[in-house]
């Protein structure tokens, strides 16, 4: 007879994509705050690979690039918060 070891409690995941978001405390906003980061940082790291021979250009570009990305990593930590109180605003 084999003896098997439980690693994790069972989780009911009847509702769908709400209860498997909800496991990896994701909210409807949160994953939507992923997805834009996520977009915003391949337009940066397009905007780094598409930089140009002449000096002055490349280092304008590249500036522009990493502050692009620098959102982009912003956005993905700190976006849930920021929109948070965008939404929850009392009027």
Request: overall charge positive; glycine content about 16%; charged content about 15%.
């Amino acid at each position: 007879m084999s003896k098997f070891t439980v690693l994790a409690k069972p989780v009911d995941m009847s509702g769908g994509f709400k209860d498997f978001f909800g496991t990896i405390g994701l909210t409807g906003g949160g994953l939507v705050t992923k997805g834009v980061a996520a977009v915003v940082a391949i337009i940066a790291l397009r905007m780094l690979l598409q930089l140009s021979g002449d000096p002055k250009g490349a280092l304008r570009k590249g500036s522009m690039a990493i502050g692009t990305l620098f959102v982009a990593v912003v956005l993905a930590l700190y976006g849930d918060t920021l929109f948070a109180t965008v939404t929850q605003a009392k009027g």
